[in-house]
């Protein structure tokens, strides 16, 4: 079993910036993928970034288009946390976000199942 604690979220005005936290326990491994994912109030929810271990730089990422160049995903395995950092927010990305954890990580990263889900935490930008 894996346990995910998601913190950091708040409101922020429209252009600012928040930093989210998310820390794994219990059966997760640092080759294991990690990925951040948000669901807005009447909508589904939706990736927002990827992070895979990678035996040639260390790590690659991967990002929806709607955040690629605001947001950067990144880990402290020694802390067994992952990050996301958003910066540029927008009213659009309002919403619940949702840390995963993966077993493994083979797969497309922006389609693969993941296993285990935090319990999420607000994120509001205001205009």
């Known amino acids: 079993q894996v346990q995910l604690v998601e913190s950091g979220g708040g409101l922020v005005q429209a252009g600012g910036s928040l930093r989210l936290s998310c820390a794994a326990s219990?059966?997760?491994?640092?080759?294991?993928?990690k990925g951040w994912f948000r669901q807005a109030p009447g909508k589904g929810r939706e990736f927002v970034a990827a992070?895979?271990?990678?035996?040639?730089?260390?790590?690659?990422?991967y990002y929806a288009d709607s955040v690629k160049g605001r947001f950067t995903i990144s880990r402290d395995n020694a802390k067994n946390t992952v990050y996301l950092q958003m910066n540029g927010l927008k009213p659009e990305d309002t919403a619940v976000y949702y840390c995963?954890?993966?077993?493994?990580?083979?797969?497309?990263?922006?389609?693969?199942?993941?296993?285990?889900w935090g319990q999420g935490t607000q994120v509001t930008v205001s205009s």
């Open positions: 992070i895979r271990w990678s035996r040639w730089s260390a790590f690659n990422t």
């Open positions: 219990g059966r997760t491994f640092s080759s294991d993928d």
């Open positions: 995963a954890a993966g077993s493994g990580n083979s797969g497309d990263p922006y389609t693969r199942a993941y296993d285990y």
